[in-house]
């Protein structure tokens, strides 16, 4: 089979360099395309010199005439609100798009723009993105053009969520969601709080009750339940590089639910899905054990005290988060096996 | 004034070494007596080279009265279940108490037999012990002679819930502590996970609703509610050497009630106390702020769209959640300045 | 090609878990069976939760004459002293060995018995074993059926080194290696000074002038270099898991050489080894580059204002410095692309 | 005594919290002035809200009629360049400077302006400072009116040095010094190699045999040595925020020398003098050891197999480093006991 050519449009940034690693690895892929503005111009190796013996690649400037010509698939990992200047020009001209910004992941466009204060006049388009989350989207991913990959929060919170919602376990309005990032999540850009010196050895919540992945997960929450849900969502970071843990707590509506029992469920839901472990009872995920992998690890507790159920997720935030799951909607979207080129074991430690 | 002389048994644990440190650096204190069974017979400095300069001891084994013959302050920093072996003759030979295991921390000695799996026949002696939670117990310190001193996870989670639930401002079966704590609260043995190698750049739960400090919580919950409480609690291990930041959730009863009132509430309820400080809106604290003082950071938020309370704080696990906190209740006891000889300023960063 | 059944003794250390992690991953290569004393009896996914779903496997108790049933390769990852009582049984039985301890790294025992003071007595076996540093000594490995592994610092070390003394470059006695490793070189075991708690935002020397690598770096330095060389070798432990990063100081004897002489020469030494990676000029590793891969790079400067070069090298302890390069010599001893199976790209950051 | 009024110029940096730590806790001093540029009209507690119940000051211009008004004690805390606009004006108006930048700590004003790339007209003023190491210029600091404060890099590897070069006991061209520093060290401005995305678990070199610290360290070498000498001298970037370890290395002239000889060489001459610690016998330090505190641990080792002395030094960055030290050199210009306001002990771990 001929490789598809892949052009990664932010390439300097950690999404592009997971997508430069994992499209490096992929056998049905060929990267013939680094854009980026800020870069522009420099070879990728001056940036990222431990890729130099792989690769030999000037960024380009975002151009998508050149895009278009050069490659089939395009991932764009750029900041909120560049995504919907280049998007439509490159579906006219027959590329796919997977694009890891906010940009296509909602559909209601007023929310969006509440959150995010950019306006949209692209309405149209963004009705036809697909939420590329495939464990509950995977259908619709099937041939699409267009994908809104979404966030390392929601991917996490969503996946400890789902079996629940869909089922009807809980009640709707008592879903806290105490998530953890590591610092990569806030990109590579210099920000004084991201600094080691300023972030090692310490641990804080921020964008309590106000961070725009809550909008995002309550859309599909809504999706998952058949009516609105209102979740709890609180964002810490952690001092470490990468990962999330969601830690989620709910009441559920029957009290007589065992731990047991939420356990059969899940692995009932998760079924054939090769990215999502259910852990055996009393085994609760540690961050590492996804680092450098596709993996979600799910770990669960029914609470007879309280009558909560606390559901944990473990995932890497920039491959599952972000970079891996793009890659592992492509594969669905071609019809390739869901875990082509992309890696399932971390070497821990 | 002449100096008070104080033991510290279990010196060579991270407890232990804090007291060393602050009792040296204490202007009413001088330190005669350092005892432990596994490190006896060792130089101090042997086992903590960067005091070698500042302290010339040799650590003792633990024995009662050759600890009530040289001092009159007694510090015990040793694993749950032997203190009571030695505490009911320090105070019949008139010793002054603090235990910081969780020995004397419970009122109730069927919920310690429960939860610590150690049977106890000093029933009578644990009756008299204060609660040494300054901020909640200040009048019963004084003149205490055996202070139960708190864990650091009740510490932190108490003094952010307390103004709560001594005004009925949150629903009682509402409440969600989910923190994190950092791998110096697993003491100084040795132990795999947590090794640098296994901790580091991970972040997991544990415990998950069995964890013996909720017990712990909820009698003191009670205490303040003046009626039962139930809480969820979960502890996470972060790779980070210090620091507790819990994050508490609670329902409100009065939808009106805004975060600006809140604050008002908390910095009324902790007005004159110098180891509080609430922080002004839309600050929430990191654990490093926290680091090597005894101070507790409180910020937090209404979330109107839920209805939820959400207040953060943030201590050092060994100072305010340990040795420091018990140098304060020493202090009260003593009728001294509370804030004598402990640290409030971190070297950050 | 029917797959190589392989067996890992020592399988729940370091070493072991990247051992099962590489086989897993490698095209020619079937694991079989997992050896090992303190976790016999265990499920290897008990062990280590992340690999769970991936291998169900349970860890045997140690015993060479099951060990050559069922495997034709054997890896073994063992305390020092341990393997001279299963190598010999292995070898007859027609097993290829890969040992990853400091046990036949030696040409002379009397050497190794006064360095590691263990007395031994297959002096005849441990004559046939090949030291297993690829880049050195290439030709012995192909058909080898005992190759000893260097360990990580003279790995890093060697490397960074062999260009200056196989061309007679530099002053035999003026060698200085200045080495710092991440704390996963101390192993899985439980030490006090490996805690996250000790061992985080500390940096430290050990075994400053009588580290057993010494000798072993000795060994090869004198094959490399015609005659006896000394060397400086100082150890640290830097606040990090993996990763090793050798300082190489030495005083050229032409002092009209520049960097740029350098550079060619070490290109040209190395044209052809994928394994090693020499930077561009001004350039010098990170051990994050290296991190999850097999990989070993090189930047060096020569300063004119002393005279002296100075190379810095960078590998990752586990893979490189350890199971990675033993797989690399399996697959040279089999005359399979050195490449076969090995992480070339780590997930930075 | 009334307190003496300080000012702090440069308050926002890692430098200036630092001193304002420091004035805070010292019984003879009064903060009176924060001056800053990037920060000017900012309240001082919005930039660090832990000191936010201690400090209320907005940090104002940086004006040298201002400063010379309020205060009689300046601390310089600014980029390289910027002091010397300054300097003059405050020594007129009678104000005593210790500056922590390189601006005056060359004797020889072509040394600077190479290496820094910034022209001087100030060159009679600087020729009066005096280089702010107490340890070695103890009798100048009496009454000195500007005092440039060493960097960090050079305290670590003078102090180690200082006993050796003194005495004559080493070869004058064979020092090298492998220096390790934490990343606090690079300021507390946004760089994207100081993320901790980027810095945290690798280890690099940084500058090889071009850092502006050596000529420094070669300056204080001359007139230790008195005569030129020439130093090898490294820096690495450690996965820390604190703490430096300078790992330096000579040949002794005297193969006879034993390391008990050189550790009672060490302890005669920095007898009496508070700040430095002379370990035992096989004790090298840990920067750990020194964090929060102005001690400098020094180790050492005399290795018989080359002759070669291992001196290993350790001090915190920001105290003994940096801010520590400018308030050791203030306490010796006024005949204070060099140890007022300072700490001893580590909050380790």
Not at 1 to 24: D, E, F, H, T
Not at 94 to 110: E, I
Not at 125 to 140: D, F, I, N, T, W
Not at 170 to 186: E, H, L, P, R
């Amino acid at each position: 089979m001929a490789k598809i050519p892949v052009a990664v449009v932010g390439a300097s940034g950690y999404g592009g360099v997971q997508l430069v690693r994992l499209i490096l690895g992929h056998p049905y892929l060929e990267l013939v395309y680094l854009g980026g503005d800020s870069s522009a111009g420099q070879e990728f190796a001056d940036i990222y010199p431990h890729l130099g013996h792989q690769l030999h690649c000037v960024v380009e400037p975002v151009d998508a005439q050149v895009i278009a010509r050069k490659a089939q698939v395009v991932f764009l990992s750029l900041p909120n609100g560049v995504a919907p200047g280049l998007v439509p020009d490159l579906l006219a001209q027959g590329c796919q798009v997977f694009d890891l910004s906010a940009d296509y992941r909602f559909r209601d466009m007023q929310i969006y723009q509440t959150w995010y204060g950019i306006e949209r006049t692209d309405g149209a388009v963004a009705a036809k993105a697909v939420y590329g989350l495939p464990e509950l989207y995977r259908e619709s991913l099937v041939n699409a053009t267009l994908v809104g990959c979404p966030g390392c929060y929601p991917t996490a919170s969503l996946l400890a969520l789902a079996p629940l919602l869909r089922q009807g376990l809980v009640a709707w309005d008592s879903i806290v969601i105490d998530a953890k990032s590591g610092t990569s999540g806030g990109g590579r850009q210099a920000k004084t709080h991201l600094l080691l010196a300023e972030a090692d050895n310490s641990i804080s919540a921020y964008g309590v009750g106000r961070h725009r992945h809550r909008p995002e997960i309550e859309q599909v929450c809504g999706d998952l339940a058949g009516q609105p849900v209102k979740v709890q969502f609180t964002p810490h970071l952690v001092p470490m590089v990468r990962g999330i843990l969601a830690t989620v707590y709910a009441q559920v509506r029957d009290p007589g639910l065992t731990t047991e029992d939420l356990l059969l469920i899940y692995q009932a839901f998760y079924r054939g899905k090769p990215w999502v472990r259910v852990l055996p009872p009393g085994v609760y995920p540690h961050t590492k054990w996804a680092w450098g992998t596709n993996m979600c690890y799910l770990g669960l507790e029914l609470d007879p005290h309280t009558d909560r159920v606390i559901v944990i997720s473990a995932i890497d935030n920039l491959l599952k988060g972000q970079a891996g799951q793009a890659v592992q909607c492509l594969n669905i979207s071609r019809g390739w096996p869901e875990t082509t080129g992309l890696p399932q074991l971390s070497f821990y430690p």
